[in-house]
């Protein structure tokens, strides 16, 4: 091996006959050395890389899945909204055509009381709420699907 004391200046190292051969194998150990330590090095970039891209496709998979939930997400809430739509769009018109048989059956009333001196006096009631059909509670849900129709010949007297 090589002493230590060859080292000091190379004009010494150079008048020793044994020292160049000693420099020699001193410059391959280090050589060896710095080839293993830039192996490790290496090693442990590969490695640290191999960890990133591990990081990075684990962190990919999350962000599908996530993405993937969060689509399903707004696909339900769109489908709810459109169903309300509709919903709220049955009702309008459910609304709309209830109005207007109100308002029908608020008109002949009107007519009905204008005209009570035809159908008897003020005091008198048109129909008997006792044994009417109309005022029947279990006849009420088959007049609310039944069409009003009316004319202007019902009027005429």
Do not use: W
Request: with cysteine.
């Amino acid at each position: 091996m090589a002493s230590s004391s060859g080292t000091s200046s190379g004009s010494t190292l150079l008048q020793n006959s044994g020292s160049e051969e000693d420099l020699q194998v001193l410059m391959d150990q280090r050589k060896r050395k710095r080839m293993i330590s830039n192996r490790e090095s290496a090693r442990r970039s590969r490695m640290r890389k191999q960890k990133h891209l591990d990081d990075l496709v684990s962190q990919v998979a999350k962000l599908r899945k996530e993405n993937q939930e969060i689509l399903t997400s707004v696909n339900i809430t769109t489908q709810r909204c459109l169903s309300v739509e509709a919903e709220n769009s049955v009702l309008r018109a459910q609304m709309t055509e209830l109005s207007n048989r109100l308002e029908s059956l608020n008109e002949i009333v009107g007519v009905f009381n204008a005209s009570n001196g035809v159908f008897g006096t003020a005091s008198t009631t048109f129909v008997e709420p006792n044994n009417s059909f109309f005022f029947n509670p279990l006849n009420m849900s088959y007049l609310m699907n039944q069409p009003i129709m009316a004319s202007a010949d019902i009027l005429q007297y």
